[in-house]
């Protein structure tokens, strides 16, 4: 494993660093040398950050496909509470697709996820997606409020996010703004009133 692990460790750090090509190259490397030595569940944390780094290289097949299998193993493997990291994932996948029927499916079931485990580990993505949605649907209000919640609990809790996320959420928020969305100052912070208004901003139009 320890090469599995040093290869992991390496792609993490690419993509920290905005180097996408090598990060695909060394996590493919860690989950290969996983599955030579024929082991299922440590698989999980390559094939997160192997479909976390094809969404942001917009390798969209690579990006589905990585997305899919984690999903199908944490399933498997009962890791319910990490199923929203691949939603995320094929959110992103959706959206760039222009499937906003297909994307709204699986933020719902990341937040279905979320209520069914009470865990918040993966709130933060799941409301980036919600945010991404809302935008897709016209929802700007929507979006703004997400964004803001999205950033009262990472400050809180002192959390950062990794530069590519924060480009993103920079820039949408910056876009938000210019068309007149200011963020909200009364964005809620607990976790079921989050998953209220990110199901309400995802909700098929009437």
Do not use: K, N
């Not at 942001?56 to 990291?85: C, H, N």
């Not at 945010?131 to 700007?140: D, E, I, K, L, P």
């Amino acid at each position: 494993m320890t090469t599995a692990r040093a290869a992991l460790l390496r792609g993490q750090l690419a993509y920290f660093a905005g180097d996408h090509g090598r990060a695909l190259s060394e996590l493919s490397l860690s989950l290969s040398e996983i599955r030579r030595l024929g082991l299922i569940g440590p698989q999980a944390p390559p094939l997160r950050s192997l479909c976390t780094t094809a969404v942001t290289a917009e390798r969209w097949d690579l990006a589905e496909s990585t997305a899919r299998e984690f999903v199908r193993l944490v399933t498997d493997t009962g890791e319910i509470a990490a199923l929203p990291y691949g939603y995320h994932a094929l959110t992103a996948v959706a959206l760039a697709r222009g499937d906003l029927g297909g994307a709204s499916q699986h933020v719902a079931h990341g937040l279905a996820a979320i209520r069914r485990t009470r865990s918040a580990v993966t709130l933060d993505d799941t409301l980036l997606a919600a945010a991404r949605v809302a935008t897709a649907h016209g929802r700007s209000q929507a979006a703004s409020r997400l964004y803001a919640a999205r950033d009262h609990r990472r400050e809180r809790l002192g959390l950062a996010d990794p530069a590519p996320v924060a480009r993103h959420v920079d820039r949408e928020v910056r876009r938000l703004r210019s068309a007149g969305h200011a963020p909200p100052t009364d964005a809620p912070s607990d976790r079921d009133d989050l998953l209220d208004v990110a199901e309400a901003a995802i909700a098929p139009a009437p």
